[in-house]
């Protein structure tokens, strides 16, 4: 863990090996007087993006930001207890890849979940390619996009 320290705010960052530009995007954003009373915590698959890392995390309560949203707008993780504790992590890992398609790999039929948006209601539709979009959904995408099971110290399994 590291301490990144800027002229009003300073971030806690979750990696130990860091490259000169994501060093400056976070030194940069410590520098920012709004970010003066927030929490900035990077996480470990931190680098350097648009406009700021990919894997920063802050809280802010009374502004947006755009710039600082950057290409993974909508771009989240989900924590769930595992009620099993006896994983086979092989079978996980090819259920995994069977199941979910990433990078760019789309699905072949829409997830059940497609039918809860409302693709014609989107402002830029005219711009999108609404079945890719259909398509897309469920999906892993690629980069710094994981999915993983972790154990904390009294042995709860999470997935991730």
């Known amino acids: 863990m590291l301490s990144i320290k800027g002229q009003y705010n300073n971030a806690i960052v979750y990696a ?12 940069e954003l410590c520098n920012q007087e709004f970010l003066k009373d927030s929490l900035i915590r990077i996480m470990p698959d931190v680098h350097a993006g648009k406009g700021c890392t990919i894997g920063t995390t802050m809280t802010i309560n009374d502004k947006i930001v755009p710039n600082m949203v950057g290409v ?10 595992l009620a099993n504790k006896n ?3 092989d079978d996980l890992d090819k259920t ?11 699905r072949k039929s829409p997830h059940p979940y497609v ?20 398509l897309s959904i469920g ?3 690629g980069g710094n996009h994981f999915i993983e099971v972790n154990k904390d110290s009294k042995g709860i399994l999470y997935l991730v």
Not at 96 to 106: E, M, T
Not at 115 to 134: P, Q, V, W
């Open 16 to 27: 130990q090996d860091l490259d000169d530009e994501t060093i400056k995007q976070i030194k």
């Open 72 to 81: 993974d707008i909508g771009c989240g993780m989900e924590v769930s207890v």
């Open 87 to 89: 994983i086979n992590l």
């Open 96 to 106: 995994v890849r069977r199941l979910i398609p990433s990078g760019f790999a789309i």
């Open 115 to 134: 039918k809860d948006i409302s693709f014609g209601k989107l402002k830029a539709k005219k711009h999108l390619n609404i079945e890719r979009g259909r």
């Open 139 to 141: 999906t892993l995408g």
